[in-house]
C-alpha cells in the first residue's frame, strides 16, 4: 500500500517538477520551449520500480518478522538481538569498497559498458559505505563522548550513546543524509567544474570591446567601415555554418565551420590553445595561408584526433582535406566546431557575409562613444545590434549561473528526504524510549536535559552523515566526471570549491538539529507517571 500511495504522488509530483522546470528554462532563455510528452510506458515502468522497490525494503524486516518465536517473544524482554548485518557487515563494506575502488582506478572494460559499470560501482560504493555505518557509529561515539559532554551537558552522553541501541535504524538513517550531503556536493563540484572552463573560454572568446550583429547578412565591406571610425583599433568579422565531416570509417557527422580573419581576429581577441608550448605566431600564419584548420578540444579527445591529422569536409566544390594546426577551446555547439579561415570559406564554400563583427576600440577612448558613433552612422541603414563587452558577458554569466542553479534544487529535495529519515529515527527512539525517559525524569532529569539528549543522538547522526557524505560525493563527483569524459571525449578539471565543502557539513547539522526540534520537545512534554506505566 505505501509502495503503490507513494509512487501514485511521486509520478504526480515529478510531471509537476517537469513541467515546471521547462517553464523556468523558458524564461532564463527567453525562448518558448516544448514541454514534451511523458508516455504511459514511462509512466508504468515508474510505478512498478517504486513499488518493487518498496517490497524489496520490506523484505529484510518481514523476514526477521516471521522468525519471532512466540515463547520466545512472551518471555521478558531485555535481550539484545544483533543481527549478522550489524555483526559482520563492516568486513563486507570494506570488501564492496576496495572493489569499487580497484575497478576506478583500474578500468578494464571498453567504452562500451563503462557507464553501466559506472553506475553498478556507485552502488556497490553505497552499500559498502552503509554497511560501515554501525561500526563507524561506535567509534564515533566513544570519540563524541566528552566534546557532546560539554556541548549538550551530561544528558549528551546519554544522547550519542542512544545511537548504539537501534543500530538497523541508525544506519538508514545515516544513509540518508549520506545520501542528501553526497547530492549537494556532487552538483557543486559538477557545476563548478563545468564554469571552471566555460568561463576560461568566455574570457578569450569574448573578446574586444563592442560586437555588431545584424538581422541581414554583413558583407566583408562592413568591417572596413568600422574600422575605418576614429575610435576603432580593428574589427574581426566571424561566421558561422554549418558543414558535413566526411570520417575515414565512412560516417558523416554534423559539425559547425567558424571562418575568421586570422590577422584581425588576433588583434582583435585570442585564439585559447590546448597546448600552451604551442608557436602561436607559426599556427595562426598556416591558417591564414589557407587549407588548415584549427579543431575544438572536445572534437580532439572524443576522436583522438592531433595536430597533423587531416580532416575531409564537404564543400561547394566536393570533399576537400583540411589539415589539423592546433587544438583550442571551443565550447560552441557542444565543441562540434572547426575554425577556418575567411578565405577558405570564400573559396571552397561561397559564402561572403558575416554573422558577427568583435571590435576593438583605441586605447584611451570610451566604449559607449563608439557605440554610439556606430550607431548613428550605420545602425539603422544596416539594421544592426551593438552590445558591449560587458553586457555580453553579463547576460551569458547569469544565463549560465541561473541553469546551473536549478541543480542545486535535486540537492534541497535529497535534503529534504534525509530530514524525514531524521525525524523518523528520533520518533520511533523517542516512542520506544517512553517509560525509560518518563523513569529518568522521575529521578530528576530536567525538560532541558531531555531536549539536549534527544539533540546530541541527532548530532552525532549528523556528523556521522555529514562527513560520510562528504566523501561519498567527492568520490561520487570524480566518477561522474569521468564518465561525462568517457561519453562526450572532453576532459573536465575535477573541482571541489570549499565553500560546497563548509556547506554540507553546515547542512548536515543543522538539518539533523531542526528534525530533531519535534521529537526533542515530544519527550520533553511525556508525563513523568504516564510514561512508567507506558508499555
Known sequence: VLGILGSLLGGALGILLSRGFVRIMAQILGQPLNPGEISWSTLVVTMALGLMVTLIAALLPALRAGQISPLEALRVRGKKQTGWVLRNGWWLGLLLLGFSVAILIWNPFPYDVQFRMGSMVVFSLFFGAMLLVPSITTLSERMARRPFQWLYGNGGQLGTRNLERAQMRTMLTTASLLIGVSMIIVIQGMTASFSNDLFEWMEAYIGGDLYVNSSVPMKKEM?????????????????????????????????????????????????????????????????????????????????????????????????????????????????????????????????????????????????????????????????????????????????????FSMFDVLGVLAVFVSAFGVVNTLTMSVYERTREIGMLRSIGMTRAQVVKMVLAEAGLLGIIGGIMGLAFGILLTKIFLASMTAMSGYSLAFIIPPRSIVLAIIVALVVSQIAAALPAARAARTPVLEAIQYE
Do not use: C
Request: glycine letters at 6%; zero cysteines.
Open 223 to 403: 568591417q572596413t567601415r568600422l574600422e575605418a571610425l576614429p575610435g576603432v583599433l580593428a574589427a574581426s568579422p566571424i561566421r558561422y555554418f554549418e558543414t558535413t565531416w566526411l570520417k575515414a570509417d565512412g560516417e558523416e557527422e554534423s559539425i559547425n565551420f567558424m571562418a575568421v580573419d586570422p590577422d584581425a581576429h588576433t588583434r582583435v581577441t585570442t585564439f585559447v590553445f590546448a597546448d600552451s608550448d604551442l608557436d602561436v605566431k607559426r599556427v595562426v600564419a598556416e591558417l591564414d595561408q589557407g587549407g588548415s584548420i584549427f579543431i575544438s578540444s572536445v572534437l580532439a579527445e572524443k576522436y583522438h584526433l592531433v595536430a597533423g591529422d587531416t580532416l575531409w569536409l564537404q564543400t561547394r566544390k566536393g570533399p576537400h582535406a583540411f589539415q589539423v594546426s592546433a587544438v583550442v577551446m571551443d565550447f560552441y555547439n557542444q565543441g562540434m566546431v572547426v575554425t577556418g579561415s575567411w578565405d577558405d570559406m570564400r573559396r571552397y564554400f561561397r559564402i561572403n557575409d558575416a554573422n558577427t563583427i568583435f571590435i576593438k576600440v583605441k586605447p584611451g577612448i570610451s566604449p559607449e562613444q563608439t557605440l554610439r558613433d556606430i550607431e548613428n552612422l550605420y545602425g539603422k541603414r544596416y539594421q544592426l545590434t551593438i552590445e558591449s563587452n560587458q553586457s555580453v558577458k553579463s547576460r551569458a554569466l547569469g544565463l549560465m549561473s541561473q541553469a
